[in-house]
């Protein structure tokens, strides 16, 4: 009987959902007089994750990530060889299954070899069985193309001499960055750019974070590496030592230094360096001949050097090094950026050495390197990866179209809050503008789905032999590929939507000053960290704060340096950035106050000060947005099954720390607070809410509690 009773209320729900959709404006409401539950499969899993999580018998006026997160704290164990689990690992390890299956269906008879094939191939490759001994055979071959007997022993006589031809013969890779980006002063175009390189297999902080004991690990594994290659090679351990010391010179020489950006030109750049030990024109104008494609170079082409500090300090290094010890540390460089990919000793030898130094690193088990691989992928085969995860798992474009909604009600929100704020009339309209030029990309920008564009990418990667070819070998062509392609892009119209630097499928968010634009990938829209169509309020707390956050970049001190149009240029007034810099501080001195009792580290305001920042700027504007929805459309205050008594508001800031619900070792916690840019996820959580008179109204946390301080950033 009762049959015929809910046909026409659910009919009723139906027309209503259809009005509001029809209206442009997809949020879930639900009809006055409905019980206004969101009972979809989405909702119901969700509310499941959010009450499941929590632990009761915390105080929300205490600890509010405990009360959050207390209960999958408890339940959750950290699997062996994994440093940290988290929401975000849940959703890199859900693609990761996926894709697996996928890629190892991929598989190539004959014929056209498409990028999928290949895709599938290196997959399996990379996976598969191996000879140890065909590894190391091939590891010694690749090397000793590139620098023939390698290590040289370092003659007591010889003396540093400018390293210009040594550069042109064997690369630079370790020492210098140059790359085609886009020009930071006209975005329009692509410049030579010169960053500081990427290193490997330490960064530079993690290099100067080492201890004496990790010191000498270090110098050892680099030792090992040698003996492996010429295990006739009597002076290992000094080339140890000697490329450990030009490392460590070079990481100590940046990071000290505030860097600035200059524009030069091909014609000036060694008068601009003041570089006797490189003449960077001939180099340049040497890499630039060896590509597959002409690239014409003229005197006026124009340089960005992103990092003068840095090639100021090379040039002082080269004074003081020899020949010999510079041709080792580059091929040192050269051979950990290969070792990744092979299956050598010197493979299992660098795992096992960076476990010593990183407590962070997961080591890949030894019967199953999927998340080892598909990391692979998405770096040497980005937007490939991405082309095939998109048009596989996240093909739903109501996606798509619901998170770019939730982000345009917090872009909103923030030019409310700009307009709010104490900046003088002109850096105001200046904001409101940027904020109002701000491109969204939500999961991918749209070309990623073109085949063709995406061939264009991995044009000279050769057609990839299965069984005769190692992974390491056929990853060093896509690694060539990419170098390539890069470079010839230099005189190309810029297109900003190409110039993500992740894949599509990573688990990420990402803010670029340059194209002022943010994107959402799609690894990260995918439970635990988003469901579709959830009240407004859920959607707000979780896709809302990551939008919110990336947004919030573009005014911290680095995304204040380019304006709406992404150009570089000075807009804010001196008085503004003062009063800035003063309120940041604010956030400084509050998160520099907390000790990690668990870490037993003192947590660094100043090194997470512009992520801080973010947070904090993204919980104001989700609470904003969320007021302007509800003031709006007050039907979109709809409740999720088992937490019907909770406030939008409530619902907002569980969904909030439901995302960043999280548990490290002890050594991992350590070292995430000494390296990382985020302050931990307790405190992105409990500090960021601190901060926000809404969050104890909502609570009702009274002044004495610590969720409630008086003194608020």
Same mark, same amino acid.
């Given at each position: ?394 093909? !739903? ?48 920008? !749209? ?128 008085? !503004? ?59 979109? !205050? ?76």
């Amino acid at each position: 009987a009762n049959m015929h009773l809910q046909t026409p209320m659910k009919l009723t729900t139906l027309v209503w959902m259809l009005s509001i959709l029809n209206t442009g404006w997809s949020i879930l409401t639900y009809p006055p007089g409905n019980d206004k539950v969101c009972r979809t499969q989405e909702c119901t899993k969700m509310a499941k994750q959010i009450t499941d999580a929590l632990d009761t018998s915390a105080d929300p006026c205490d600890d509010f990530f405990s009360y959050a997160c207390g209960k999958w704290k408890k339940d959750t164990p950290i699997p062996t060889g994994i440093s940290a689990v988290n929401r975000f690992t849940e959703a890199a390890n859900r693609r990761d299954q996926n894709m697996k299956q996928l890629l190892n269906r991929l598989t190539y008879r004959s014929g056209d070899q498409s990028i999928d094939h290949k895709l599938g191939i290196l997959f399996r490759k990379c996976m598969g069985q191996y000879s140890q001994e065909k590894e190391n055979k091939e590891i010694k071959k690749l090397l000793k193309e590139k620098f023939g007997n390698w290590p040289k022993k370092v003659e007591h006589k010889s003396r540093p001499v400018p390293s210009t031809n040594l550069l042109k013969s064997v690369g630079f890779l370790g020492l210098l960055g140059i790359t085609v980006d886009i020009n930071a002063y006209d975005n329009n175009q692509y410049a030579i750019v010169m960053k500081a390189p990427s290193t490997d297999p330490l960064s530079g902080q993690a290099l100067q974070a080492l201890t004496t004991a990790q010191k000498a690990a270090y110098k050892e594994y680099i030792a090992r590496m040698i003996t492996t290659i010429d295990p006739k090679f009597k002076d290992a351990q000094n080339v140890a030592n000697s490329i450990f010391e030009i490392e460590e010179d070079l990481s100590f020489r940046t990071s000290a230094l505030q860097d600035s950006m200059i524009r030069t030109t091909l014609g000036t750049i060694d008068r601009n360096l003041k570089s006797t030990m490189i003449n960077y024109k001939q180099l340049i104008q040497k890499v630039f001949s060896s590509l597959k494609k002409r690239v014409s170079l003229a005197d006026t082409q124009t340089i960005i050097v992103e990092s003068t500090a840095y090639y100021a300090k090379v040039e002082d290094a080269l004074k003081d090094i020899k020949q010999e010890e510079l041709y080792n540390y580059l091929g040192y460089k050269y051979l950990s950026q290969l070792v990744k990919f092979s299956r050598s000793n010197l493979f299992f030898d660098y795992t096992n050495f960076l476990k010593t130094v990183d407590p962070t690193y997961n080591e890949p088990q030894e019967s199953d390197f999927t998340s080892l691989c598909i990391r692979d992928l998405m770096v040497t085969m980005k937007h490939a990866f991405g082309h095939l995860y998109v048009k596989t798992y996240f093909s !739903d474009q109501r996606i798509r179209t619901e998170v770019t909604e939730i982000t345009d009600k917090v872009k909103e929100a923030v030019k409310t809050l700009v307009d709010k704020t104490w900046l003088e009339a002109t850096t105001r309209r200046a904001a409101q503008e940027k904020v109002d030029q701000m491109g969204i990309s939500v999961g991918y920008p !749209d070309w990623l789905l073109e085949t063709a564009k995406i061939n264009e990418l991995f044009k000279y990667v050769p057609k990839l032999d299965e069984n005769k070819l190692l992974y390491v070998t056929m990853v060093k062509s896509v690694l060539e590929n990419n170098v390539y392609v890069n470079l010839e892009k230099l005189h190309a119209p810029v297109d900003k939507t190409k110039e993500w630097s992740r894949d599509a499928a990573d688990v990420n968010g990402e803010y670029k000053p340059v194209t002022n634009s943010f994107i959402l990938y799609a690894g990260m829209l995918q439970e635990p960290l988003y469901a579709y169509q959830l009240p407004v309020a859920a959607s707000l707390g979780s896709s809302g704060f990551f939008g919110g956050h990336e947004l919030t970049h573009g005014f911290d001190s680095k995304g204040r340096e380019f304006d709406a149009t992404g150009k570089k240029l000075k807009w804010w007034t001196p008085k !503004d950035i003062a009063e800035f810099t003063s309120k940041a501080q604010c956030f400084v001195n509050q998160y520099s106050r907390i000790y990690d009792e668990e870490a037993e580290e003192q947590l660094s305001g100043t090194r997470n000060e512009v992520e801080n920042i973010a947070d904090n700027g993204a919980i104001s504007a989700i609470l904003l947005a969320l007021s302007n929805v509800l003031k709006a459309t007050p039907q979109a !205050d709809v409740k999720l099954p088992g937490l019907e008594n909770r406030s939008p508001q409530q619902l907002l800031f569980l969904s909030y720390a439901n995302t960043m619900c999280n548990k490290m070792t002890k050594a991992a916690r350590k070292y995430y607070v000494q390296q990382n840019p985020h302050s931990l996820p307790m405190y992105r959580v409990n500090v960021a809410l601190q901060n926000h008179e809404e969050f104890a109204q909502a609570f009702n946390c009274p002044p004495s509690k610590k969720m409630n301080p008086r003194t608020k950033c």
